[in-house]
């Protein structure tokens, strides 16, 4: 039932107009004069928006205040508690990791040492096995 | 004599025409007015909303008002940019309170297969295929095929080109198009 035509350009403009129209049940109810003046006396603009305005200042003001004071006065004690916790951290990995760091300082001699174990194995091994065959 | 008696009796009339009032203005407009804000909105006590504030702007600000700018472009422009300030603050909310109205209004084809149904149903889906427009083309298409406005008074009342206007109203249909195929 579509009548937008969807191959061409042609638009049935017609139809759309048709159905934005307003209809007699859509009508608004009849807007006074009078009521519409006495709506702009209740609330005047200028008075209503500068009081808003001087209200919405305010209290950004006092937020921006007790926010600035407050990270004034927990900044010293987070940044102790802060720098604390990074040493007992570093403390905590760094043990367990002094004996690899010491070994990684001097690599020859535990090198050397599983060299000349895997050689005595091979060595026992090939020693023990020589009579048994000849 | 006697006819340049009655031209010189119409002179003054034509001359000097009675400057627009805001009761004027009211009366002459209030249907246009809300019926741009419901097109716009999607939504009657939105668009009742949108009524009420641009009156009441015009009311506080027909002191500044330009009588020799007509006064139907001045409200349109007002309520324009009320109906779209108020379709912001509503949002997402307003998009869906639109489709469940225009689901609602759908007529059973099975219970009512006359024209009048078709008609009706044509026209729900077209209202809210324009309703869920984005702002930037649904402005220029209620304006243009609502309001009957030519490109140069919809640039004049929203302040944007004319050519700018123009593509929107383009980009406007295809969309449309686009989006009745979807539904039909």
Known sequence: MTRMRPDDDLFDEVLLRRALRLEASELPPRLGVAVIAARAEDSPLGLATFVSSLFAGLAAAALLAVGAVTAWSLAPSVASDAFAAAISLLASIAVPLEVAVRAMQQPTIPIAALAAFVFAVGYEYRTRKEPANG | ?184
């Not at chain 2, 999607?42 to 009156?55: I, K, N, P, Q, Y």
């Open chain 2, 1 to 184: 004599m006697a006819a340049s008696v009655a031209l010189a009796s119409f002179v003054p009339a034509i001359a000097t025409p009675r400057p627009v009032t805001f009761s004027d203005a009211v009366r002459d407009h209030q249907d246009e007015v809300y019926g741009v804000a419901l097109r716009i909105t999607g939504d009657r006590e939105s668009a009742l909303d949108v009524m009420s504030s641009t009156f009441l702007k015009a009311y506080r600000a027909f002191d500044r008002y330009d009588p020799s700018r007509p006064v139907r472009f001045w409200l349109l422009r007002i309520a324009t940019n009320e109906a779209i300030s108020h379709a912001r603050r509503r949002g997402r909310e307003l998009r869906r309170r639109a489709d469940e109205h225009a689901a609602g209004v759908l007529p059973d084809p099975a219970l009512t297969p006359d024209a009048l149904s078709i008609a009706r149903e044509d026209q729900a889906r077209i209202r809210a295929a324009v309703t869920a427009l984005p702002e930037l083309y649904r402005v220029v298409i209620v304006l243009r095929y609502f309001n009957e406005l030519g490109v140069d008074e919809i640039a004049l009342v929203t302040g944007r080109p004319a050519s700018t206007v123009g593509v929107q109203l383009l980009r406007g249909r295809a969309l449309l198009r686009r989006a009745l195929e979807g539904t039909g």
